[in-house]
């Protein structure tokens, strides 16, 4: 179909008073050959976009431009449907409101970006759905507080959900507790766990099927379409869900680790986790003689909050000893009792428990560090502390010690096998363990990445279950979407994903599964989950071209891709989330979407206009991620900070989208420098598509070596990580660029 394209240029918000608008709209019809342009106070505006809509109808527009403000601004308002594409060009915030009004080097950046939204359009076409049957089941793994209340959340929204728990009855660790802390004002009283009306609750429920005593042997496919094999003693159950909720929650962490607290070397030290078992089993008592208790201490961050143990707080456990502190005054009215903290961390109505328990005369609170733990000849347990909150060290006498030791996720594996990295993986990335295996379909099996912690048994080519975090939780984006892991379509919730109590285990299981129930309706229509949701574009692979080299296969972060055993993708289109790595990663450029394409990026470049030597305007290719680093530009001209207007900005979906190639064509056609910003990389990463900024950085191998082949110095690529919040930055950052390349001067190439 013949592309037609009309550009709209709006006057508002400065940019008629910053332009010279009848110049941008002899660009968009004379150079662009566009044969709709028209300008407009406010496009904004219903009779703005109305004039749109009525060209779309009378002149058979399939594309249009529009040339106002950011695409992050009334995102849904110039979606016309219809197979007509929309291409924003951002002249408000990265144009009129960046760089000097009515000046030679603003208007000619203005006219440079209608030139690439126009070539943006013209090249690529209008996403086609992949529409197959799929299941909108959801499959619940784990039968907790999380678990049922995630599955009642799903199945009262009226989906078919089967709940799998290993144990041989629902509830979890609330079994196993007789209180838990105050759910009511005035919050000072504990209060029964609930757990029991909420089992019952679960397995009347018509929608939800329960298996108890229950394991997940297998787990294949991809959204939608995940076949799952459920083992029960010698039986195996297979069924097909949609989506997977995993809430198979925490496990305390090792006590024979915490020997320099006392544990093992008498049995009055206990854990917390003993002292819930002390206590729903008939009451406290010393365990070495059976005997009542006069005293008691409870030593915190047990292992918590200790480079050599548990780097991290695990939330919960101040309240913990708050609450056992009760169970003991309950039983012993006149026990004394010791609480040895860091810091008490008891958030929002909680400080009204913890206030409830200081207000208890028998109850000795002082911050400090536990110097020793020993037994006394007398029975007596002492625990040395010091830098107390008194000036001086203390010593305290107790008939028993309860150590908070933290939280730990199932996903954790405690030791990983000793690998080698896979061929081709980048410089500290994760280690591969590869295992033989075939699935029905004739994908090859192989297990990589990480060691799993076999609860969800997937064959994915990267491991057997979640990625995790160096603490052993699911990998996320924690800021975003915490929900999300990199198994598409599956989702961590509970104490599983975080450290965290009931009531916030129930709360995440309700965000949980509306993100499964998302998933499976998203899956259906063929659209793409987050952070691209409804995306409806799904990766092309030219596979006569296909060299095997395998490198889209490994550096997929989500684990889309199998291949067979010559190395040739096998795609898992439902478990694509859109960003591009992968065609960022081929070496041949088989990989396109119909709507982001290798030839849409390389004609983009190839439409700048760019100055001769002798003019002394040199120009800077910027390409942006566009989940943080292009909103930080925007941001900047939001505030109307300033930078010079040598920059050309071209979005991508993620910087590890970007193939080497680009920056070839760029240096070829002669800009001066190439700046590449994405997002944060690392644990803590803003990186919206996990692994792009670290595999941008890992490419610039290539990017350096394709310097040399131009025989252009390595000055003129730069890479910088920024978050949203980094548009203070992005003045030096563009200012600063363009220093270096009046230092190294103009690029040969130019006007070649």
């Not at 799903?154 to 759910?183: I, Q, S």
């Not at 350096?704 to 980094?726: A, F, M, N, P, Y």
Request: aromatic fraction near 8%; charged fraction near 25%; glycine fraction near 8%.
């Amino acid at each position: 179909m013949e592309t037609k394209v009309g550009v709209y240029i709006c006057k508002g918000c400065d940019i008629g008073k910053s332009l010279d608008i009848d110049k941008l709209s002899e660009i968009a019809t004379d150079e662009m050959k566009a044969p709709v342009c028209k300008t407009h106070d406010a496009f904004c505006t219903a009779e703005g976009v109305g004039v749109i809509r009525g060209d779309i109808e009378s002149e058979g527009l399939n594309r249009v431009v529009v040339a106002a403000c950011s695409g992050r601004v009334f995102p849904e308002l110039f979606e016309f449907g219809g197979g007509v594409l929309t291409e924003r060009s951002n002249l408000r915030e990265q144009v009129a409101w960046a760089h000097t009004p009515n000046d030679e080097d603003t208007q000619m950046l203005a006219e440079d970006h209608i030139r690439m939204g126009v070539t943006r359009v013209q090249t690529i076409e209008p996403p086609e759905p992949l529409i197959e049957e799929t299941s909108k089941d959801i499959l619940v793994v784990g039968g907790g507080i999380t678990g049922m209340t995630a599955a009642k959340a799903a199945a009262t929204a009226g989906y078919k959900v089967t709940l799998v728990e290993k144990e041989d009855r629902l509830g979890g660790w609330a079994t196993k507790y007789r209180k838990v802390f105050p759910k009511h004002p005035p919050y000072k009283e504990l209060e029964d766990s609930g757990f029991e009306k909420l089992a019952e609750e679960v397995e009347a429920n018509p929608n939800i099927t329960i298996h108890k005593s229950t394991t997940v042997g297998k787990t294949t496919g991809q959204p939608g379409q995940f076949a799952v094999q459920l083992q029960n003693g010698g039986s195996t159950t297979e069924l097909t869900v949609g989506s997977i909720i995993l809430a198979s929650g925490w496990k305390p962490y090792e006590a024979e680790k915490l020997t320099h607290l006392g544990y093992g070397s008498t049995p009055d030290v206990i854990t917390n986790v003993q002292m819930e078992e002390m206590v729903s089993n008939g009451g406290i008592t010393r365990p070495s003689d059976g005997k009542e208790i006069d005293s008691i201490a409870f030593i915190q961050c047990a292992g918590s909050r200790d480079q050599d143990h548990l780097p991290y707080c695990s939330a919960v456990c101040c309240r913990v000893s708050l609450k056992q502190a009760m169970y003991v005054r309950e039983q012993y009215p006149n026990a004394k009792i010791y609480v040895i903290y860091k810091d008490v961390r008891s958030p929002a109505q909680f400080e009204r428990f913890y206030a409830n328990v200081q207000e208890d005369e028998g109850v000795f609170f002082t911050k400090g560090e536990i110097a020793s733990v020993t037994k006394d000849s007398d029975g007596k347990i002492t625990v040395e502390v010091q830098e107390t909150l008194l000036g001086e060290d203390i010593t305290v006498k107790a008939d028993m010690v309860v150590l908070a030791a933290g939280m730990v996720p199932t996903t954790k594996v405690d030791e990983a096998p000793e690998t080698e990295p896979a061929e081709g993986q980048a410089e500290g990335g994760e280690a591969q363990e590869k295992t033989e295996g075939q699935t029905e379909d004739g994908k090859k099996e192989a297990e990589a990445a990480e060691p799993g912690a076999k609860i969800l048994n997937l064959t994915y080519r990267q491991g057997t279950d979640l990625p995790t975090l160096k603490y052993g939780f699911p990998d996320s984006h924690f800021i975003c979407f915490p929900y999300e892991t990199r198994r598409t379509g599956i989702y961590a919730a509970g104490a599983v994903r975080a450290p965290m109590d009931f009531g916030t285990c129930g709360n995440d299981a309700h965000g949980a599964a509306l993100k499964a129930i998302q998933a499976v309706e998203s899956v259906a229509r063929g659209a793409a989950l987050h952070p691209r949701a409804g995306d409806l574009s799904f990766p092309d692979f030219f596979m006569q071209k296909c060299t095997q080299c395998k490198r889209c296969t490994e550096e997929c972060p989500f684990g889309a891709l199998d291949e067979d055993d010559k190395g040739t993708p096998l795609p898992n289109p439902f478990r694509c989330r859109r960003c591009g790595v992968c065609f960022g990663a081929c070496p041949e450029r088989i990989i396109s979407f119909k709507n982001y394409t290798v030839n849409m990026v390389s004609q983009t470049i190839k439409s700048i206009h760019i100055p001769d030597e002798f003019e002394e305007k040199p120009r800077i290719l910027c390409f942006a991620c566009e989940n943080d680093a292009l909103p930080a530009i925007d941001m900047a001209g939001m505030l109307r900070l300033q930078y010079n207007a040598m920059a050309r900005i071209i979005p991508l979906r993620c910087l590890g989208s970007m193939n080497a190639v680009w920056v070839g064509d760029a240096l070829a056609s002669g800009f001066d420098g190439v700046l590449l910003l994405g997002c944060k990389k690392g644990d803590d990463y803003q990186c919206h598509f996990v692994r792009g900024s670290e595999l941008a950085e890992y490419r610039m191998d290539n990017v350096r070596e394709k310097l040399k082949q131009l025989v252009l110095e390595e000055e003129r690529v730069e890479l910088h990580e920024l978050s949203i919040t980094d548009y203070h930055k992005i003045p030096k950052i563009m200012d600063d660029f363009l220093e270096v390349m009046e230092t190294v001067g103009a690029n040969p190439y130019k006007g070649m």
